[in-house]
């Protein structure tokens, strides 16, 4: 038998012959644990996309929609957004994937590394009389004076793939 200092005699021997009632308790509630978190984990990801699309929605305002977000460690990927014109679609995509900069939280401003744009379909028109109709506009609600100053946005590359440009000169 091995030597222990003086104190500690019994100790191991008393850990390796653990109550074997005690010890299933142990695995229960370890088990209980890990179950719990899981489920926190599953339940909070589509509550946190749900969420966070519904803020989008509103930011850009009424005449934008998005099908569903998803988010994971490095990119957001945001699924058939469409910006509406008067109740038809004036731009829309198929998807739209953001991958921010790893260190994007220690710049000033924020960066993308990627822009990636699948199946984007835009259209341009010209008006009767020379004006261009802005495809998408971005509804500016009326609140009171911001204090905080927007930050600059990074874009390293932007990727567009198949998109559709169609455009229409009324003027003709």
Known sequence: MEHLPEGLT????????????FR???????????VTVGVVIVLLIP?????????LERVMG???RVERISLSWDS????????????????YAKKIILKAHLFTLLEPGF??????????????????NGEWAVPIVIEKK??????????????EQIVVKDGIL???DHRL
């Open 62 to 64: 009424g005449n934008f």
């Open 142 to 155: 009326q609140e009171g004076p911001s204090t905080s100053k927007p930050r600059p946005l990074y874009i």
């Open 10 to 21: 019994g100790e191991k021997e008393s850990f390796d012959k653990m109550n074997p009632h």
């Open 24 to 34: 299933k308790k142990l695995v229960i509630v370890s088990a209980a644990i890990v």
């Open 47 to 55: 509550l946190s996309n749900y969420i966070i699309k519904q803020q």
């Open 166 to 168: 169609f455009f229409q």
């Open 76 to 91: 957001v990927e945001v699924f058939e957004p469409k910006f509406l014109k008067d109740g038809p679609t004036a731009s």
């Open 111 to 128: 960066s993308l590394s990627t822009v990636s744009l699948e199946e984007p379909s835009v259209k341009l028109e010209v008006s009767q």
